[in-house]
Nanobody, 125 residues
Framework: QVQLVESGGGLVQPGGSLRLSCAAS????????IGWFRQAPGKEREGVSC????????DYVDSVKGRFTISRDNAKSTVYLQMNSLKPEDTAVYFC??????????????????WGRGTQVAVSS
């Protein structure tokens, strides 16, 4: 059974940083992509970033480029989302998700098969 567990959320001031973690277990293939998504109150879920399990190719939504960095530690089956220069509009519940994919990744939520329960990120002074 695939399980994804997010951690690292919290309250931070504008301009601050957080690092989210997504610990995966039960993935029976070496070929999978991990995506980070977020959903703010009253808004649709948004793809933030993704990383594949092959060459480590990544993708980001325009609003976080240059501020967020996704990375993975295959030995720990964990994917990280380093978030710098946080803005109030980054406030949301952040979810990670996994899908089997031989190459590349996507930030389209409907491509993903397994989801974590989310971690809250609040950016406020």
């Amino acid at each position: 059974q695939v399980q994804l567990v997010e951690s690292g959320g919290g309250l931070v001031q504008p301009g601050g940083s957080l690092r989210l973690s997504c610990a995966a277990s039960g993935l029976t293939s070496n070929y999978y992509a991990i995506g980070w998504f977020r959903q703010a109150p009253g808004k649709e879920r948004e793809g933030v970033s993704c990383i594949d399990s092959g060459d480590g190719s990544t993708d980001y939504v325009d609003s976080v480029k240059g501020r967020f960095t996704i990375s993975r530690d295959n030995a720990k089956s964990t994917v990280y989302l380093q978030m710098n220069s946080l803005k109030p509009e980054d406030t949301a519940v952040y979810f990670c998700a996994a899908e089997f994919r031989v190459r590349g990744c996507t930030t389209a939520a409907d491509e993903y098969d397994w989801w974590g329960r989310g971690t809250q990120v609040a950016v406020s002074s």
